[in-house]
Structures are given as C-alpha cells and as structure tokens.
C-alpha cells in the first residue's frame, strides 16, 4: 500500500513501521506520527484534490486523525498554563 501513494507522503513520517505495526506493537511515538493532522492532510489531498479512489470517502478517518492528533497535544503539556505566562 505504500508503493501505491509514495508520493503523497512525501511530507510527513509515515514509513513501513507504521503500516507493519504488528512487530512494535507497544510504540506510542508510531501510533502518535500516524494519527497526525499531516496523515489527515494527505488523506484529504488525495480525497478531494487528486480523486483517489482508495481515499473516497476517508473524511471520517481524517476528522479522527485530527482529534486525536488534537487529544495528544492537549494532553502533552509540561505546565498548566504553559511557558508563556
């Protein structure tokens, strides 16, 4: 599956690791890089720009991947209220 879209992820981190999950099952930064607002861009480029038609219908997914990807950086804080006060 990878071979299949290469060039649409060019930007962001996503390599066989991920997709092959079975062998690093218990790698959080994994399930981190791949439940990212980058991994729902592409799946939103490849949906609406290019009209691939493995990512017809992956809004769902990409709204996930953001909220989650959201959900993480909420709850990946050092402070409450942050270096900036």
């Known amino acids: ?6 060039y649409s ?5 996503l390599s066989d690791r ?18 990212s607002n980058s991994v729902a861009d592409v799946m ?13 219908g992956c809004a769902g ?3 996930f991947c953001t909220m989650m ?3 993480y950086e909420i709850l990946n804080v050092r402070s409450l209220f942050g270096d900036w006060l």
């Open 1 to 6: 599956m990878l071979n299949i879209i290469h």
């Open 9 to 13: 992820l060019i930007g962001n981190k």
């Open 18 to 35: 991920h997709i092959n999950y079975r062998e690093n099952v218990q790698r959080a930064s994994l399930a981190i890089q791949t439940l």
């Open 44 to 56: 939103t480029m490849q949906e609406e720009h290019y009209k691939n038609p493995m990512f017809k």
């Open 61 to 63: 997914t990409a709204l």
């Open 69 to 71: 990807n959201n959900a």
